[in-house]
């Protein structure tokens, strides 16, 4: 009888050795985790963010990411023009603005 070939056949066939597909399957858990509970709920509140930046418009009042509150006073295509106080005007990028005023935060 030729037993190499039983040797390999038997090695082949041994069922301690998991699949290399069951091997990555932790891998690709965690993946699957780390998107649901990270990635997707970032990408959610960038949207939401991108909305709200959008519908700014004079008049509404807003806080931005420096902490300041003011009152919008122009809306322009790379900047936006915050009054803080009377008389005194800011210029601030549409992405600095965080929230409107009266606007919960999103958790």
């Known amino acids: 009888m030729n037993y190499q070939l039983f040797a390999v056949l038997a090695q082949a066939a041994d069922p301690a050795k998991p699949s290399p597909l069951f091997q990555m399957m932790p891998l690709i858990l965690i993946f699957v985790i780390f998107y649901f509970l990270l990635l997707r709920p970032q990408q959610k509140r960038a949207k939401e963010h991108e909305a ?12 931005t990411n420096g902490g300041i509150y003011g009152k919008i006073t122009r809306v322009g295509e790379d900047a936006i023009t915050v009054e803080i106080a009377e008389k005194v005007r800011v210029r601030v990028t549409p992405a600095s603005v965080s929230r409107k005023v009266g606007d919960e935060p999103t958790k």
């Open 52 to 63: 709200m930046v959008a519908a700014l418009k004079p008049g509404d009042e807003v806080v």
